[in-house]
Nanobody, 124 residues
């Protein structure tokens, strides 16, 4: 069992940058594929980015490709999401998710553990 806690959210303006972090605890090792999803009011949960547990390979949603960067620090059991050139449509609650020994997935149903989420609001 692993617990995930997000941090770093807040309110920013269009064009600003923000860095989200997700700290994992309770597992025996950090051999999890990690991902970020987001949900805006009235919309479905949406895949944002993922990083594999071993090769560090990454993939992104088209809507954030080139603006967001996912990375992991295995020594600290954390995964980060650097968000640049933020747009109002990036406003959502962002969730960290983990899947044991996986290369990652765009499907939320593939993930075993979820954090409580953190709000990101981008104002014009």
């Amino acid at each position: 069992q692993v617990q995930l806690v997000e941090s770093g959210g807040g309110m920013v303006q269009t064009g600003d940058s923000l860095r989200l972090s997700c700290a994992a605890s309770g597992g025996t090792s950090f051999k999890y594929a990690m991902a970020w999803f987001r949900q805006a009011p009235g919309k479905d949960n949406e895949f944002v980015a993922a990083i594999s547990y071993t090769t560090g390979s990454t993939f992104y949603a088209d809507s954030v490709e080139g603006r967001f960067t996912i990375s992991r620090d295995n020594a600290r059991n954390t995964v980060n999401l650097q968000m640049n050139s933020l747009k109002s449509e990036d406003t959502a609650r962002y969730y960290c998710a983990a899947k044991w020994r996986s290369f990652g997935s765009r499907r939320q149903e593939d993930y075993d553990y979820w954090g409580p989420g953190i709000q990101v609001t981008v104002s014009r």
